[in-house]
């Protein structure tokens, strides 16, 4: 039996609570960065992020020597 906290999904119980806790890790902008946006293959010249709906989310690194593109500039936006 399932809780109304709680729904079948591919045999297993989620929890409502335990899913918010996780999606509010994405609101935290340092945690987001340090999981998206940070990597040894380049720096990080820039990361900007609102987590609401309609909020943007904003990255522009540069590759480093050793990458196939060294000192090229990317970047990146999205939308929630």
Same mark, same amino acid.
């Given at each position: 039996m399932y809780f109304s906290n709680e729904r079948k999904?591919?045999?297993?119980?989620i929890r409502h609570s335990q899913h918010i806790? @996780?999606?509010?890790?994405?609101? @935290?902008?340092?945690?987001k960065r340090r999981w998206f946006a940070e990597d040894h293959n380049h720096d990080v010249e820039e990361f900007a992020m609102e987590f609401r709906i309609g909020?943007?989310?904003?990255?522009?690194?540069?590759?480093k020597e050793g990458t196939p593109f060294p000192g090229v500039a990317l970047s990146s936006e999205g939308s929630y």
């Open positions: 999904s591919h045999g297993r119980a806790r @996780d999606r509010s890790a994405f609101a @935290d902008a340092a945690k909020g943007i989310q904003w990255t522009r690194y540069r590759l």
